[in-house]
C-alpha cells in the first residue's frame, strides 16, 4: 500500500490504539486513544496514557519492543455480491479492513506538566468537530492536575511501521463494484469500508 505513516495519522485522528506489551506476567493488551506526531523520530512517535490501577504500565521496559494496532473500518464481504459468483460460482467469503502496527520502544511520562499538556492535545484533538467544545480549562482550578496524577503517560517511539488495506483490490472491476454497491446499503460501518474501497482500484 502507499505511505503507512499517512494511514496511522488517519486512524489515530478518529479510533484508539489496542497497545500490546510483554512484562514478567505474560502479554498485556489496552485500548487507549493516542497522538500521533510524526515528526518526533525515523518514524514518529505514539503518546497516550493509562490508569495507575492498570498493571500494563509496570511492564513498560525500553529494551523490549511494544505493538500499537490501529484498527479502521471492517466489513464481511458475502460471496452474493460478485459478478463472477453468476459466471461460474468459484467465490468464496472474506473480510475488508484496514490496519496499521505500530512497534517500537515504550518510555513512561511522569511529570506533571507533560501529562495535563498531553490530556490538554488529546481533548482539543477530540472535542475539536463539536458544536460546544469543552475544554480543561472549564474544569476547577487544580482539578486537572489533581486528575493527573492518577494516570502514567506513555511514549511509544516507532522503529517499524506495517500498513495494510485489504479492500478487495484483487477482485475484477465488477466485482469490486458489486462490493462497493452493496456495503454502500449496509451499516454505518459497512459505507465506511464502501468509502475507503472507492479510494483504491480494483484488479487491471
Same mark, same amino acid.
Given at each position: 500500500m @502507499? ?5 496511522l495519522?488517519?486512524?489515530?485522528a478518529h479510533?484508539?490504539?489496542? %497497545?500490546v506489551? $510483554?512484562?514478567?506476567?505474560?502479554l498485556?493488551?489496552? #485500548?487507549?486513544p493516542m497522538?500521533f506526531?510524526?515528526?518526533d523520530?525515523d518514524h !514518529?512517535?505514539l503518546?497516550?496514557? $493509562?490508569?495507575? *490501577? ?7 521496559n525500553?529494551?523490549?519492543e511494544a505493538l ?11 460471496p452474493a455480491w460478485?459478478? &463472477?459468483?453468476?459466471?461460474t @460460482? ?8 484496514s490496519?496499521? /502496527?505500530?512497534? !517500537?520502544s515504550?518510555f513512561?511520562?511522569? &511529570?506533571? &506538566?507533560? %501529562?495535563?499538556?498531553?490530556?490538554r492535545?488529546?481533548?482539543e484533538?477530540?472535542?475539536a ?5 469543552w475544554s480543561i480549562?472549564?474544569?476547577p482550578?487544580g482539578y #486537572?492536575?489533581?486528575q493527573?496524577?492518577?494516570?502514567? @503517560? ?6 517499524r511501521? &506495517?500498513?495494510?488495506r485489504? $479492500?478487495? /483490490?484483487?477482485?475484477s472491476a465488477?466485482?469490486?463494484q !458489486?462490493?462497493i454497491?452493496?456495503?454502500?446499503e449496509?451499516? *454505518?460501518s ?5 468509502d475507503?474501497m472507492?479510494?483504491e482500484s480494483?484488479? !487491471?
Amino acid at each position: 500500500m @502507499g505511505d503507512p505513516a499517512a494511514l496511522l495519522a488517519e486512524l489515530a485522528a478518529h479510533v484508539p490504539a489496542t %497497545l500490546v506489551t $510483554l512484562g514478567a506476567e505474560g502479554l498485556r493488551a489496552s #485500548i487507549l486513544p493516542m497522538l500521533f506526531d510524526p515528526e518526533d523520530g525515523d518514524h !514518529g512517535t505514539l503518546r497516550g496514557h $493509562l490508569a495507575r *490501577p492498570n498493571p500494563q504500565w509496570r511492564d513498560m521496559n525500553a529494551d523490549i519492543e511494544a505493538l500499537a494496532i490501529f484498527d479502521g473500518p471492517d466489513a464481511y464481504i458475502s460471496p452474493a455480491w460478485y459478478e &463472477e459468483k453468476r459466471l461460474t @460460482g468459484k467465490v468464496v467469503p472474506t473480510w475488508n479492513y484496514s490496519t496499521v /502496527q505500530a512497534r !517500537g520502544s515504550l518510555f513512561l511520562r511522569r &511529570e506533571p &506538566e507533560w %501529562l495535563v499538556a498531553h490530556v490538554r492535545r488529546l481533548v482539543e484533538r477530540h472535542e475539536a468537530d463539536r458544536q460546544q467544545p469543552w475544554s480543561i480549562d472549564d474544569a476547577p482550578a487544580g482539578y #486537572i492536575q489533581t486528575q493527573a496524577r492518577a494516570i502514567v @503517560g506513555l511514549e511509544l517511539r516507532i522503529s517499524r511501521l &506495517e500498513a495494510k488495506r485489504k $479492500l478487495s /483490490q484483487n477482485r475484477s472491476a465488477e466485482d469490486f463494484q !458489486g462490493v462497493i454497491a452493496a456495503l454502500s446499503e449496509g451499516s *454505518p460501518s459497512e459505507r465506511a469500508v464502501a468509502d475507503d474501497m472507492r479510494t483504491e482500484s480494483p484488479r !487491471g
